[in-house]
């Protein structure tokens, strides 16, 4: 089937927490898509790392929206930074009603890691964001040995400036490709990010607010980048309607692991929008 098809990239401006953002939004259409995906990537990364799983969404017949999360790729703060966390959630907001107002009958959202956090805020304060299916993989609560980095940061980490990236684990080589091309790409990111990860953790347990909202999650059982866990438990815990699986042997990146995991990260994800 012949088809026409357009990109078109542009900024929004969002008025976070305590700073004000241009966000970075990039929207592949094609004729006659009655759906739409919107897809938030990890910490570190931005939209071109979700090429891949944005072709897969194409060739399920979705238009495809990605945006930048503020500090990273092209969107505009510190980068690698955030004023407050609250401003995922009001990035988020800003992003899904830009793209509601394209009038598609459908909206799912799609997010990696730290792109999770606006939509799980947002929920647990009880909106109704108007999306057909939420699906994330390896949501960020606590991140890996949490307790221990929590205090290590109080009792003298908070006073560095910034903190070494991690040497990259196993890796897909498209992922490596991607890495070493990119000119955002880290060697450290700053302290001040952790100490608004820490804040966020503290603000959600005093909010004690349960969604019915019913979200598909995806761990892996070698992720040593979030504590598995305990953000399963918090899932499970105040997203009682949350459906879980776990894809054996995936690391943090599930699609850019290697091959095997990413065809089986794939065929578990179609199964979820079929």
Request: with cysteine; proline share 4%; net charge neutral.
């Amino acid at each position: 089937m012949s088809y026409s098809s357009f990109a078109m990239e542009y900024s929004l401006k969002v008025e976070g927490h305590q700073k004000t953002y241009n966000i970075h939004i990039e929207h592949e259409k094609a004729e006659g898509n009655q759906k739409l995906a919107i897809i938030a990537h990890g910490y570190m990364n931005h939209c071109r790392y979700l090429d891949v799983l944005k072709e897969n969404l194409k060739s399920l017949n979705y238009d495809v929206l990605c945006y930048d999360l503020p500090g990273h790729g092209k969107s505009s703060g510190k980068k690698f930074d955030i004023d407050h966390f609250k401003t995922y959630a009001l990035v988020t907001r800003s992003v899904i009603a830009k793209a509601q107002e394209s009038g598609y009958q459908k909206i799912d959202f799609i997010a990696h890691s730290t792109g999770t956090v606006g939509v799980t805020e947002l929920l647990l304060e009880q909106e109704n964001l108007g999306l057909s299916r939420i699906v994330y993989i390896a949501p960020l609560i606590r991140s890996y040995l949490y307790k221990l980095s929590y205090w290590s940061w109080r009792l003298g980490g908070r006073l560095l400036p910034r903190l070494p990236v991690r040497p990259l684990g196993e890796v897909h080589p498209e992922y490596l490709e991607i890495v070493n091309s990119d000119p955002f790409y880290p060697r450290s990111v700053p302290n001040h990010f952790a100490g608004e990860l820490f804040s966020w953790n503290d603000y959600l347990e005093s909010l004690n607010r349960v969604s019915e909202r019913k979200i598909h999650i995806l761990f892996g059982t070698r992720d040593t980048v979030i504590n598995t866990q305990f953000n399963r438990y918090f899932f499970e815990t105040y997203f009682p309607a949350a459906e879980i699986q776990t894809l054996e042997g995936s690391n943090h990146l599930f699609f850019h692991h290697n091959q095997n995991i990413r065809e089986k990260f794939f065929t578990r994800l179609e199964a979820i929008l079929n």
